[in-house]
């Protein structure tokens, strides 16, 4: 495990203890121990998973050095607040005044809804140049482009109406 990982295990069960000295009646919060899992991609900093209880992190954001002070500070309380809000208030909304209560009151953060942090090198978009009859470039994802090399989809200049063909990877 690395040493991200391991911080941030840390600082979420440090929130998670603080909770359990806040809620010391709720006997359901005294026995949890959340899941910890770092398989998030994309743009997403962390999701809660309130009935297992399991959080996810992503590691990508986390590791960038100008977002580091922000998720722990931030990313990782908001979802340990998710899955005590859900202990503690089964009915409560996702972002309602309980989770937002737990957030700044026994906390002491800022409850935000959304990050702002860097996350361009979280996702890399991959893009395929194509070109038809006419000359008219054709600049295609992902999906379309496996689609267009399995032979599961054919697709058309607007135009001319013929076939695309395959150029290179952008």
């Known amino acids: 495990m690395t040493n991200l990982k391991k911080e941030i295990i840390e600082t979420a069960d440090t929130y998670l203890d603080l909770a359990k000295e806040k809620f010391t009646n709720n006997i359901k919060l005294q026995n949890t121990k959340i899941k910890y899992g770092f398989s998030l991609k994309g743009k997403?900093?962390?999701?809660?998973?309130t009935r297992r209880p399991e959080v996810r992190y992503n590691l990508v954001i986390?590791?960038?050095s100008e977002n580091k002070?922000?998720?722990?500070?931030?990313?990782?309380p908001h979802e340990v607040a998710h899955v005590v809000?859900?202990?503690?208030f089964p009915f409560a909304k996702a972002h309602?005044?309980?989770w937002k209560n737990v957030m700044k009151n026994v906390f002491g953060c800022e409850?935000?809804?959304?990050h702002n942090m860097k996350t361009e090198s979280a996702r890399k978009t991959r893009k395929f140049s194509y070109a038809c009859k006419c000359g008219i470039p054709h600049i295609v994802g992902v999906v379309r482009h496996n689609r267009q090399?399995?032979?599961?989809?054919?697709?058309?200049?607007s135009k001319c109406h013929s076939n695309l063909t395959f150029i290179k990877e952008i």
């Open 44 to 49: 997403v900093a962390g999701v809660a998973y």
């Open 62 to 64: 986390a590791s960038k």
């Open 69 to 76: 002070n922000q998720f722990l500070n931030q990313t990782v």
């Open 85 to 88: 809000v859900s202990t503690v």
């Open 96 to 98: 309602g005044n309980e």
């Open 111 to 114: 409850p935000a809804r959304c």
């Open 149 to 157: 090399r399995a032979g599961t989809s054919n697709y058309i200049c």
